[in-house]
């Protein structure tokens, strides 16, 4: 157990290296000047605190975890107490406060549905006859090519093994319908200059002479609604965070993607980092900001690096600074790294992660578009709607809704695996069927029994849904949602019972635990279905039970975890597809 209080433990040369070029002198205080706004009005401690989560994690890539000397070391650079940096440390999954007893790497290895039944106890238990240090845990984000893993380094950058990749693949070039995959697999991620060639930066300079509230206008016509999973209009939290006097205000690209399923928004990032910085440039612009905030999962090693050479390079030339694209207006971008804490996709949390402190929502009033990240006027989106801001700048609203329906404009990412031949990312106009979708992706019909639509915080339906188009408003009137376009299929070979079951194992790990609704439910719920039989019916009074406690998470969580940890379990139970005796 690691001592809370300053004791005699000291850092060593290599940890106090890391944590001092993590931090910069004198606590990075200011590293742009359009930070400035971030520490106005507040004390010399609370503006060094949001450098909390990269030292913790230069520590953990220097020494393996987070050691007592390290930690003090940390402690007395940002001037918080050891105690509260131990407690955002024990928070997240990716950080270690305990001596792991070796010198080499960790593996992680999702155990979660897709890499489960492709074999993920198989890679795991072969890992660890090879003498690996193996962790098995949730989604890392590569559902395409599972059984996934992830290589937490020491001394070395973390990283996904080379043989465990597969060929990236995509529909081929020139079909009308890709807009957001266009670049995906054509342009070089690595270089602004081919990004230019291919169109980059044309639609930021189309929107800095159209003006701000011609661009908010154009995604508000052009039905943009958010494509995390709670379908907001982009254009309502633009103008309500435009409206907010001042530019001490901030955009977030909210890239911390973990739904199990879901790995969209990681191949946007690493096949295509400038549009996202180009589209969150079009959002701070627009909404009068001056800072932008990219806060990525800690298991994206490569979308990481290559979003940090793509910001170096448009700073460069002045894509981002004090003067973007020479208009006279200032906007720069910081990204953030995020360390195995699947709550902080909830915005709220996301803010209290990137503050320094632990990922654990807020209440809510006040929302973000007036009380957000260090208190001020925050948009958050994620990075496939902020790439949607592209083609509807450069083609206008009328082009944009020319594919999908009225009430579910324009194109939608969906990420396929599970029982199928050809898992991948497909990028389809709303309104195609979940069907004709499912054969691209080399499903079997004749032996579906059940498909997961948007991730663990979806729902399942069953073969006698393959005909529901693909849209918002349909989604909504079959009792179903599209959620974070997660699209997982099951064949009659799948155990359903423990694929749900390791959904409620799931959910139970990743509650923050702040609240009671969500931290009893989600633990009950994972040990009713612990006690599913193969062939035996649930008892009628443990089915009660989940309900009840299926109400109680949605009424009275304080955020979209719990509110959504018993909609796939629910589901499973209505379909029959689990806890019947048939």
């Known amino acids: 157990m690691v001592d809370l209080h300053l004791t005699a433990d000291v850092a060593s040369p290599g940890e106090r290296a890391a944590v001092d070029a993590a931090i910069g002198p004198d606590g990075a205080v200011v590293v742009h000047e359009s930070e400035r706004s971030i520490v106005a009005g507040r004390t010399r401690r609370q503006s060094r605190r949001h450098w909390l989560l990269p030292a913790l994690h230069a520590l953990q890539a220097e020494a393996g975890w987070i050691s007592p000397g390290g930690l003090n070391h940390v402690a007395d650079r940002l001037q918080i107490p050891p105690a509260e940096v131990f407690g955002v440390a024990s928070f997240y999954g990716l950080f270690r406060t305990d001596d792991p007893g070796h010198t080499g790497s960790v593996t992680h290895v999702c155990v979660d549905p897709a890499c489960e039944i492709a074999g993920a106890s198989d890679l795991a238990d072969e890992l660890e006859r090879a003498g690996s240090a193996v962790q098995r845990g949730p989604c890392l984000g590569q559902c395409e090519r599972a059984p996934a893993r992830f290589v937490q380094g020491r001394g070395e950058p973390d990283h996904v093994p080379a043989d465990d990749a597969v060929p990236f693949r995509l529909p081929r070039p020139g079909q009308p319908h890709r807009r957001l995959t266009a670049r995906l697999g054509v342009v070089d991620p690595t270089s602004l200059d081919s990004y230019r060639e291919h169109g980059g930066y044309g639609a930021l300079t189309t929107a800095i002479a159209m003006g701000p509230d011609a661009v908010i ?67 701070g612009l627009a909404t009068g900001a001056e800072r932008g905030w990219i806060y990525i999962r800690g298991e994206y090693p490569l979308a990481t690096s290559r979003l940090r050479q793509a910001i170096d390079q448009a700073r460069a030339v002045g894509w981002l600074g004090a003067d973007v694209g020479a208009s006279g207006r200032s906007f720069d971008v910081e990204l953030r790294r995020g360390a195995g804490a699947y709550i902080c996709g909830e915005e709220t949390a996301l803010f209290n992660s990137i503050e320094g402190f632990r990922g654990e929502p807020r209440n809510k009033p006040p929302y973000p578009t007036t009380s957000g990240l260090f208190g001020r ?5 994620n990075p496939e709607t902020l790439v949607n801001v592209l083609p509807i700048i450069s083609a206008g609203p009328a082009a944009y809704r020319s594919l999908g329906t009225d009430d579910s404009p324009g194109t939608k990412l969906f990420c396929l695996s599970g029982s199928l031949r050809r898992p991948g990312l497909y990028e389809v106009p709303f309104g195609t069927t979940l069907r004709a979708l499912l054969l691209a992706a080399g499903t079997e019909i004749d032996r579906l029994r059940a498909v997961l639509l948007g991730g663990a915080a979806g729902t399942f339906v069953g073969p006698e849904s393959l005909d529901l188009p693909l849209t918002l408003e349909d989604a909504r009137a079959a009792g179903a949602t599209l959620g974070s376009g997660a699209v997982m299929p099951f064949d009659d070979r799948v155990d359903l019972a423990a694929v749900v079951t390791r959904i409620a194992e799931f959910f139970r790990h990743e509650s923050c635990g702040q609240c009671v609704p969500c931290r009893v439910g989600t633990t009950r719920q994972h040990e009713v279905l612990l006690q599913l039989r193969p062939g035996r019916p649930l008892a009628d009074d443990r089915r009660q039970l989940l309900d009840d406690m299926a109400r109680v998470m949605l009424d009275a969580s304080i955020c979209g975890l719990g509110h959504t940890a018993a909609g796939a379990v629910r589901s499973a139970l209505d379909l029959g597809i689990i806890g019947e005796s048939t």
Request: hydrophobic fraction near 45%; glycine fraction near 10%; avoid cysteine.
């Open 377 to 381: 006027p925050t948009v958050v989106n």
């Open 217 to 283: 206008e154009a995604v508000t016509a052009a039905g943009l609604w958010g494509r995390g999973g709670a379908a907001f209009p982009t254009g309502v939290k633009w103008r309500a965070v435009a409206a907010q006097p001042g530019p001490d205000k901030h955009v977030v690209a909210n890239a911390d993607e973990s739904e199990p399923g879901t790995f969209k928004d990681r191949l946007l990032m690493e096949h295509d980092p400038f549009a996202l910085l180009e589209s969150l440039t079009i959002a």
